[in-house]
């Protein structure tokens, strides 16, 4: 069956205006655009670089823990080097990135033409690159050492009078309010501009989960927004907020930072289920099994996942009644997140998975993230997260998580949507070499991180005894660690190569089910000149089986049958 | 039911990889089995030392054991999917949009796996938050170490325990031997770095800390308990006899700065003899530096103009 787009007749516009502006080309189109699939693009690709650079710092630390006793870095380094790796992976990757995904793909997946608010939607961008400066400014000077959480009182310029602190507060001030607008903007954009037809009920489950991204982000960020504020004037105002000499108290920054800090996962890995709901499907040639209960899923995790933040805090004096507490609500969240690991599989089941790198990464990710599920039933187990607790299980743990969880949704996400973004498809020998490499990599560096936390390995520790088989552990980890940099890699040099020399995509290359494959790739500035009415969750499907029908060529067995002579 | 089990039907000529697939998840289970005995310190946390120890442990395995049956079902369900529903010529994909009873039923499962879990933690919580009697070999304690009750501490059923103040300072610890850690007399023992405590004896331990958060953690002997300026935190632990003379090693777990990776701490388990030994030789050396440091003073003061 040829492409559908073509069908369409394109209406030429009556435009009456005193005068035409003359397109901007070269970097001031970028740089003044408010169209959302470039700022999406100038989204994905800074985020990116950042990715980059966090992956960088990564391998430092990897080298530098590879041997016992080593001297290759000094403990402030090491220190600054966990920081930054963590705050860049969590501010400005993994929840940027989403937005990037979310600004390109939510207009063309609902039938809009932009963005609510398009301009908003420009000063997102420029506040994010703003936060990133602001923080890799600080390497010129003296970065932060207070690890991502920068618990006070070490925090505090007692502790750390240097400027790298500060210029931790501002990336969060400045992410923040970045991330706000634009969540904001999701909200506004997917509540007023869906196509005619398109109900709740018929929302791709990637839109579903950007909508609970953003409500979990304009409920979590205002907290960490106050409590960095309340750091700023105990560094420099003379305020007591967490200073237990003068009546404050250091633990009130822990429950403040992880009110924000849990939804705060969520936050990063529920696009990346929805990014998995979207891709599983399509190479499936089969719909999602249980749309509603997979959409209603993400909302409860959401919901659950703002009454579990004092599971970080089991080690802190605080009564057994609010262990148990934050021990069942924990347990609770197990369940949404086991039925959608549940409905993925039985979205394979009776399928004809087609194994695209697209795909294989979406496997990677059901298969690492369900480890990771499992050992946060370990940490969730309060009298268990005494022993595990601030060691490498942990590390372990939320590696497994945040890779599985989100890294690995991220690549699925690019190689599914690179065509619709470039037009040209990304290599799959190059994609699937990239995902072997990734996941045996990453199999290797963290698998064993469960065992060095066991074994009483301390996590943010710069050196280590040679203990037990301590060293043994650490030295697999960094092998582990640099194969997982070569995976990421291969997909670096692939997107560089493919954007010019790749194979033209067409509009829809994987025979998909939801709106953005119904106009060309790339999309043109206005998206779609026609937009369809929608009839279910998956129009595409219904505008192939309609073409189809006008054109006579199959007539529709039932069906299973049908949806067959559509691959064919 | 029907439905399902239509939906799950499959012809006999499929049956093969089904067998294939269920020997190779019994191999593996096998393979786990025994990857486990033979590394099961790798997979199970430091215990050993002190029942509390023993008991997070023994609370570990039981999930352990749950993970690992969830780990198999899960794993195994995909990879099989992913093999068995490949695309080959000729395959229809069954175009099912949900089974509500289906759904319902794994919902369910899952969460009636959880509160087996939380029954298991309930079980267990007493014996690794309550601090035993001291057993008979322990060190006599004096009546005076009865506690007022009020006192946030857990305290063994007889009230009798040796309590050991723990102070985290940037980086090193500092242990006072004193009941009563905010009113301890100035003349109480004190040691850096190296707590010494008798065998058999319930330690009681009040943590607090001196300048930034630091993590009591001496895996053997226990979990990790937070030292926060302005709060007091508290464990226990009660060594067994046979480790009269076994020096435990543990070290600071939460980030406190630049030597962090440096922050160790040592748990000493000596006999009760030995250890009053100890506290008397450690009461006199401090006596004599004291008045050493007097004199010296006197000293300096006169030669002062």
Partial sequence: MAAT?????????????????RERTGWTSWVTTTDHKRIGIMYMVLTFVFFLLGGTEALLMRLQLSQANNTLLDPKTYNELFTMHGTTMIFLFVVPMMAGFGNYLIPLMIGARDMAFPKLNALSFWLLLAGGIVFYGSIFFNPPECGWTCYPPLSETAYLPNGGVDAWIFLIHLTGLSSLLGAINFYATIANMRAPGMGWGRLPLFVWTILTYSILLILALPVIAGAVTMLLTDRHFGTHFFDASNGGSPLLWQHLFWFFGHPEVYIMVLPGFGIISEVLPVFARKPIFGYKAVAAATVLIAFLGLLVWAHHMFATPSPTFVFIFFMLGSFLIAVPTGVKIFNWIATLWRGTVEFTTALLF????????????????FLAVFPVDWQLTDTYFVVAHFHYVLMGGAVFGIFAGIYYWFPKITGRLLSEGLGKASFWLMLVGFQVTFLIQHSMGLDGMPRRIYEYADVGNLEIY??????????????????????????????????????????????????????????????????????????ERQSGIVEAPPAPAAESAVRA | MNRIRRALARTPANRRPLRLALAILLALALMLVLAGTAFADALTPESGGSP?????????????????????????????????????????????????????????????ILVVLAVFTFIEL???????????????????????????????????????????????????????????????????????????????????????????????????????????????????????????????????????????????????????????????????????AAQERKRVQQELP
Wanted: glycine share 10%; net charge positive.
């Fill in chain 1, 474 to 547: 650490n030295l697999i980890s960094t092998i582990g660690s640099f194969i997982l940099g070569l995976g990421v890699l291969m997909t670096v040099i692939n997107v560089l190569r493919s954007v010019k020399h790749g194979v033209k995509a067409g509009p829809d290359p994987w025979k998909a089910n939801t709106l953005e494959w119904f106009t060309t790739s790339p999309p043109p500035v206005n998206n779609f000149d026609v937009i369809p009415r929608v009839r279910s969750v998956e129009p595409m499907k219904d505008i192939r089986r309609q073409v």
């Fill in chain 2, 52 to 112: 509390n120890a023993d008991k997070i442990d023994n609370l570990y395995k039981l999930i352990l054991a749950v993970a690992i049956v969830i780990f198999i079902g899960v794993e195994g369900a995909l990879f099989y999917s992913l093999f068995k529903f490949r695309a080959r010529k000729g395959a229809v994909p069954a175009q099912i949009r949900g089974n509500t009873r289906l759904e319902i039923g794994w919902t369910v499962g899952a969460a009636l």
């Fill in chain 2, 126 to 292: 007493p014996g690794i938050r309550n601090p035993p009697n001291s057993g008979p070999d322990g060190l006599r304690l004096a009546n005076g170490t009865l506690l007022a009750s009020g006192a946030s501490r857990r305290l063994p059923p007889n009230g009798k325990s040796l309590n050991v103040c723990v102070n985290g300072q940037q980086y090193i610890w500092r242990y006072t031997y004193a009941n009563d850690c905010g009113n301890a007399p100035l003349n109480s023992v004190f040691s850096y770095t190296e707590m010494v405590v008798p065998v058999d004896t319930t330690v009681t331990l009040d943590i607090n800390a001196q300048d930034v958060d630091h993590s009591w953690w001496i895996p053997k002997l226990g979990g990790k308990f937070d030292a926060i300026p302005g709060y007091t935190n508290h464990t226990w632990f009660k060594i067994p006899g046979k480790w009269a003379g076994h020096v435990f090693h543990g070290q600071c777990a939460e980030l406190c700065g630049r030597n962090h990776a440096n922050m160790i701490a040592q748990v000493k388990a000596v006999t009760p003899a030995e250890y009053e030994r100890w506290l008397a030789q450690r009461k006199a050396d401090i006596a004599a530096a004291d008045k050493a």
């Fill in chain 1, 362 to 377: 979406c496997v990677g990710f059901i298969g690492t993230f369900l480890i990771g599920g499992i050992t946060g039933i």
């Fill in chain 1, 5 to 21: 787009t073509e069908e369409v007749r394109t209406p030429v516009p009556q435009i009456v205006a005193r005068r035409v502006e």
